[in-house]
């Protein structure tokens, strides 16, 4: 029997997708759930799983522009994969022969290869003092006890180009870091649609919203010090570690309550103001930026939120993230303190009207009660669209921040001071 498969659809909105690469050959005999392609939308890069195990036969390449639901590929279910053999574990293991001392016997044969594997393995290590291997392939000619004479015989041919590299391969000294060669090539590499879909985004963010951003400094020892203290606790209770994105995922929540201009949109000449908080994470990607949302992030627990980050972002990372889970935020975060980021100016992710950047968290002199100390410091950016959020809003907001995380406990209370709750005032 032929099965056909056909592009699924990542979402209402898409029409079409790119064949991004192709996880197994063509005629290759596959087993049924097994993935066999990556496709690439302008939102997310989505797999294609075998339906069924048979012989694959390609009817895309990669590159390739396709619409959802034409046939990519068929399987006919009349081949099947070879049955594994069964596990080590499972096969009774056969006592080997002993000797009169008790030790294992081996055969002349298997000393014979020992022998020669462990001279290979000698011979490798100091050939590896002349000759540049990189790691990865050292250690698979040390795992499989091959010379550098071995690999070279195994080569096809040798031609110019690596008889001139080898010519004009700078003398170094031991220890020093060689010189790197001369080149005057270029790579060259089509845009996947995911970030053909993001450059055009951010270009008319730049050309059709007013974007203005304003900054503050946050001092982070306050969480800093409550998670070391709750940190084992934290791990022990919910299985998972506690990091900085859900403390400021919470924070902006809450300060929407303050400044809910800061979570509103521009719908034609009609402002539109959700009563929800669905919070965008920016997560770095090997295809390029993605923003999955966690929604009413109002609603919910610092642990909640901080386990469905991780989960979103393993998901985006191994591009098992569906459309809906990428679809209508309200609002976005970005870290790029994750790369050492100082200072920056975040890009709006429209239809949204802001977004809030975090950054490196670096040791400042600070004024504490009149004393300067040096604390862990962190600068904090609000880009947004003036059409909607006046400045008063902006700083505000910033500012509310800026309470939530230096004073992690009013996230409790809503922002109020617990001494003011505690007194009813």
């Known amino acids: 029997m032929i099965v056909e498969i056909k592009v699924p659809s990542p979402g209402e909105s898409i029409t079409e997708v790119e064949i991004g690469a192709w996880l197994v050959e063509d005629g290759a005999v596959v087993e049924k759930d097994q993935e066999i392609a990556e496709v690439e939308s302008d939102k997310a890069t989505l797999t294609i799983v075998a339906a069924e195990a048979g012989k694959i036969t390609v009817k895309a390449n990669e590159g390739e522009t396709v619409e959802v639901g034409s046939v990519v590929c068929s399987i006919d279910t009349s081949v099947q994969p070879k049955e594994k053999p069964e596990s080590a574990e499972n096969q009774e293991k056969q006592p080997e022969p002993k000797n009169e001392a008790g030790a294992t016997a081996k055969t002349e044969k298997e000393q014979a290869g020992s ?91 730049k050309n059709e919203t007013a974007m203005l951003t304003t900054f503050n400094e946050v001092d982070m020892g306050y969480v800093m010090d409550l998670r070391k203290k709750y940190q084992p606790k934290f791990v022990e209770k919910h299985g998972f570690k506690l990091g900085f994105m859900s403390f400021f995922t919470k924070a902006v929540a809450l300060a929407m309550d303050f400044h809910p201009m800061v979570n509103a949109q521009l ?31 109002e609603s919910k627990t610092i642990p909640q939120i901080e ?53 490196n968290i670096v ?32 700083v505000g907001f910033l500012v509310k921040v800026k309470e939530f995380i230096e004073n992690p406990e009013r996230m409790l209370t809503g922002g109020i001071e617990p001494e003011q709750l505690l007194l009813g005032i």
């Open 267 to 297: 719908d034609g000449e009609e402002i539109v103001s959700p009563r929800f908080v669905d919070v965008g994470i920016a997560v770095s990607t090997p295809k390029g930026l993605m923003v999955p949302i966690v929604r009413n992030a």
């Open 363 to 394: 040791e400042r002199p600070a004024a504490v009660n009149g004393q300067v100390v040096v604390r862990p410091m962190m600068y904090i950016a609000l880009s947004y669209d003036h059409r909607v959020i006046d400045g008063k809003d902006s």
């Open 115 to 205: 022998q020669v594997k462990e001279e290979k393995q000698a011979t490798v290590s100091k050939e590896f003092d002349q000759v540049k291997i990189t790691p990865v392939a050292k250690e698979l000619m040390k795992e499989n006890g091959l010379s550098v004479d071995d690999v070279i015989n195994g080569l096809k041919r040798i031609g110019k180009k690596e008889v001139e590299a080898a010519m004009n391969a700078p003398q170094t000294v031991a220890g020093a870091i060689p010189q790197k060669e001369i080149s005057r090539e270029v790579d060259r590499q089509k845009m996947t649609p995911l970030r053909r879909k993001l450059s055009q985004r951010l270009v008319a963010v």
């Open 307 to 359: 386990l469905e980050i991780k989960e979103l972002a393993a998901k985006a990372r191994n591009k098992k993230i569906s459309v809906d889970e990428l679809t209508g935020g309200t609002f976005t975060i970005t870290n790029g303190g994750v790369f050492g980021s100082l200072f920056s100016t975040p890009i709006i992710n429209p239809p949204q009207s802001a977004i809030l950047g975090m950054h």
